[in-house]
């Protein structure tokens, strides 16, 4: 209980300041449309703010005191834009993405590994302050903090066999620690008859977003008697808060809103003197009465709905009624530690409207002074493991980890959640090997120009097997330089792409995945006007001169490819890496050999052929590892990604793709 007639002190200080800062309003033009200016400017209350109530004040006019106050200090605070969130996830409100542009959280990395803490930087939720009391001053904190081996994003089944990606939490996992930090401690003078830190009762203070007040505290010396010991044993400290804080004189009563529903309040009787002075109250809501109440304590409504005390406000006069102050829709959060001396936690050790948190640990340290007159508060922390229902947690985008919790009274408050908004619309690159009939396959990509490709890619039919199609080979190696061959013929298809990339292309040091690949089928040459015309698969037909050398130059990309033709035996070869060097090594695979460049910065590695030929002397474009057998050798894809396009590896992603030569009732197949 607090009397009102301590307000009385600060009458004679806070008419002097009310004097001058009438002047100082007046010179400033303010309006109603200025607040919370100037009380409050920048989340920073004005240093001669105070609020002033007379003698003989009427209970309306102390309620109205305490409104204007309430509502000034939830005005001190800045709103500050989430940091660091990239384009493609937009972060609104109090929030803050786990992962910024230079650190990525992947798919199996843990929240720890990316973002270890949060602090009041983050999210304003975690706004730290200042508490004063008769003992002196403190700054708080408050840090969440993640650890670093559990909480991922998975592609997986849950437990229900869903397939998809969740953020996952495997049963009993710990999901995040609180901690409440004071950094010079939070002392009060300790009453070893009560047990009770009286200073710090009635204070205010906001934890993970909500305001709540220290309504009570129980803390027992080590001794156990009336010895003296710096050592605390068993300390208890309650937090209470709530929906709608309000404030009701004796047989009063007024109407608040909860969650869209109406509760009409009112205050029974206040007895000043129950609870050895500490004082008592009943009230009636929507019709229902509630058992007596006295600070700190709650009583749940019919609905669910809880109310609570937080003080009674007592005048022990006539002529001006006790009010009472009071949550509706209360919360309140009660942390106990058997032994603060040590940072040992302790399971069980949180109640949320009172219900144990099973699944919950706490450490509270703190200690007595020498002569046990005083107790100092250092801090709280608070670990949350992880249960659900139906064992590990599996969070679908859009969700929260609240609602997938067996206790969600383990968040602490309601006012804030982990929620896994999905994967980041980085865009997709379709690759598809398409099937035409059952001997034969057809490739199809999106260059890095946006253009779609659709070529052949293998064939079995009439039991040759071959890159291509029943009539065509696909090149996509350079013409063997110990034979000087001309392997490509007419119809047949051919690979350019200037991606140098170490080790695919025998490029010593290469790493250019940012390239453009254009694939042509060589459809007729007009040896009298020196012609040769080809279809870019991708963008149509192309028509290019060649010279006397039988030297032509083919642009595709913006990159000069070079090409030499054999006019009277209609075959050629062609520069298909763009390094300037038209022949490759046969034997050193996969020198001289062409890479596709998808959509999305990857690559895809065809294989190896037979290039040791030419093309009058019916040579096929065989998927061959050189010197094998025929019938033995298979057509391996490599789809590649680079180490560089990644936010965390040590090496290149490659995933194969073998496609084999088969026969099935004597017939070839693939």
Known sequence: MKAIKAIKKMVALGMGLTMVGATIFAASAYTLADLPAPFVVNGTPASNLAIIVGDAADGSDVVGAIDVTQWLQQQAKVTVAAPGAPSQLVVTGDAVEIGSPSDLLEINENLGNVRETLTEVDLDMLKGGQIVTDKGSTEFNQYIRFPSNTGRVIFDQDERDRVGHYLHYADGD??????????????SEWNSATHKLRDLEDEDITMLGQPFVIVSTDVRNTTGGTGCSSGAGPFTIDFIGGAVSAVLGENDKATYVVDGKEYEVEVLIISETSRSGEGSVKFKVNGEITDELWDGKTDILADGTQIGLRDVLATGKDIQKSVVQFYIGAYKVEFTDTN??????ISGGVKVNEETIEDSSVAIVG???????????????????GRSVLGDIYIVPGAGLRENLKEPEGMLTPSWDIKYEGLMDTGITYVRIDSAGNREYNLEFTNQEGIFNKMPLLSNRDGTWRYGNRNSNLWFKEADTNIDAYPIGRRDYFVLSNCLVDPYNSQAGGTDNTCFTHVFKWDAID????????TDVGTGSREIAYNNANVANLVAGGVTYQIVVDPANTQMRVDLNGDGTILGNYTNFPNGTALIAIQGEGLIRLGNQNTSGNATDGINATPLCYGASTTVCNATLQLITLQKEFDETTADEVINITIQRRTVNGQPRV
């Open 174 to 187: 710990p999901l995040f620690q609180w901690e409440l930090e004071f950094e010079e401690g939070l002392q």
């Open 340 to 345: 603060t001396t040590a940072e040992d936690y």
């Open 367 to 385: 200690q007595f002074d020498n002569d046990c007159s005083d107790f100092t508060l250092n801090s709280i922390k608070y670990n949350l493991t």
């Open 527 to 534: 040896t009298t006007n020196r012609k040769l015309t080809f």
